[in-house]
């Protein structure tokens, strides 16, 4: 996908289908029928540009592939990959590997401590939301990198036994600040993966009438929701996070900026069945739009929701209904744009997006 930056440092298959990737940051301009332009989308972020992405095909032997892609942006250039292994969890066919060419005791407990809380909390969601047979068994190998190091990787592996494998890259120092929200990426990731295994389960009823692009929006709204369902259950907490603050311009010509959600007249068009979006921003700006908007709905302009708050509660219960296939969702945005009640403007410190440093 063009919004993501990749280098392959190796492959020996022809990747083919849609990556699907967390956020960028760009500038965008663009235009539909019904909202007249995009006037200016500014991806406004509290640490480091890093998209990922997950993608399935075939090579040119027809065998199943499946690609993980991970950037991350820095000053420097990675000093050794792929490090020590630091800490090996598994426990009902989920395993995590935590790689770092700096190893510490910190850093291998905190690792293995999150690894487990993610076991924990995936077991019982594979269950209610994928197929019991056949039975994936998932391995996240999880290389950790220096705060200012770089890394453009993606790996294709060709898809065997119904095993999954997938690497992925993250920041050393706030795991070892205890700060596991890395768990939400990885189910962010893996939510898009069986997405596209798992297709006649989680597709999304053609009678809806939704557009590709709209299902594309639904599923990113899907898949950021699981990923912050997963740090309730790992981390405690959620924060506001990578989503983004944006400018629209009206079919009157009038810019109305949104502070990452929509108004109910907005949600309304935007989810009404075949509504025309551009399909260049469906996962990038408008499936996290549909989350900030439920944020504000829920938490109202609040910067972080903990376990025990309310809107924990109504996103822990989103996550058990609402989002397997993601179309399920719709019914409860609809009740939302219908209640004459635009959610709170959500307002974010704007003074964080360029943060050089821990």
């Known amino acids: 996908m063009k919004l993501c930056e990749r280098l392959k440092f190796w492959t020996l298959v022809l990747p083919v289908s849609v990556v699907a990737c967390a956020t960028s940051q760009s500038q965008m301009s663009g235009s539909g029928p019904h909202i007249t332009e995009i006037k200016k989308m500014t991806h406004v972020f509290t640490d480091r540009v890093t998209p990922r992405g997950i993608s399935v095909g075939r090579n040119f032997l027809g065998q199943r592939t499946y690609t993980s892609v991970s950037v991350m942006k820095g000053e420097q250039p990675l000093a050794e990959l792929p490090g020590v292994l630091i800490s090996d969890s598994q426990g009902e066919g989920i395993r995590l590997r935590f790689y770092y060419h700096q190893p510490s005791e910190k850093l291998s407990l905190n690792t293995a401590i999150m690894a487990e809380k993610f076991i924990d909390a995936l077991v019982p969601v594979r269950g209610r939301m994928w197929p019991a047979e056949p039975s994936f068994s998932f391995t996240y190998n999880i290389h950790l990198i220096g705060w200012d190091e770089r890394i453009d990787g993606e790996i294709t592996r060709v898809f065997r036994n119904n095993t999954l494998e997938l690497n992925f890259y993250a920041r050393a120092l706030p795991i070892a600040k205890n700060d596991f929200l890395f768990a939400g990426t990885l189910a962010h990731e893996t939510f ?167």
């Open 192 to 358: 898009h993966l069986m997405k596209r295994f798992y297709p006649e389960k989680g597709k999304m009823n053609a009678k809806s009438g939704l557009n590709k692009a709209q299902k594309t929006m639904f599923e990113e709204a899907g898949a950021t929701l699981f990923g912050h369902c997963m740090d309730l259950q790992v981390s405690g907490e959620i924060p506001l996070g990578h989503n983004p603050v944006s400018t629209i311009t009206n079919s009157n010509n009038r810019a109305e900026t949104r502070k990452g959600s929509f108004n109910d007249h907005m949600l309304g068009r935007f989810i009404e069945p075949g509504f025309e979006i551009d399909k260049d921003y469906a996962s990038t700006i408008f499936g996290p739009m549909l989350f900030t908007t439920l944020w504000a709905e829920y938490g109202g302009q609040v910067e972080m929701i903990n376990v025990g708050d309310p809107a924990a509660e109504k996103f822990m219960n989103l996550c058990e209904n609402n989002i397997w296939p993601p179309e399920k969702l719709i019914p409860v945005l609809q009740k939302m744009a219908d209640d004459s009640v635009d959610p709170p403007e959500l307002r974010r410190k704007q003074a964080l997006a360029n943060k050089k440093s821990p």
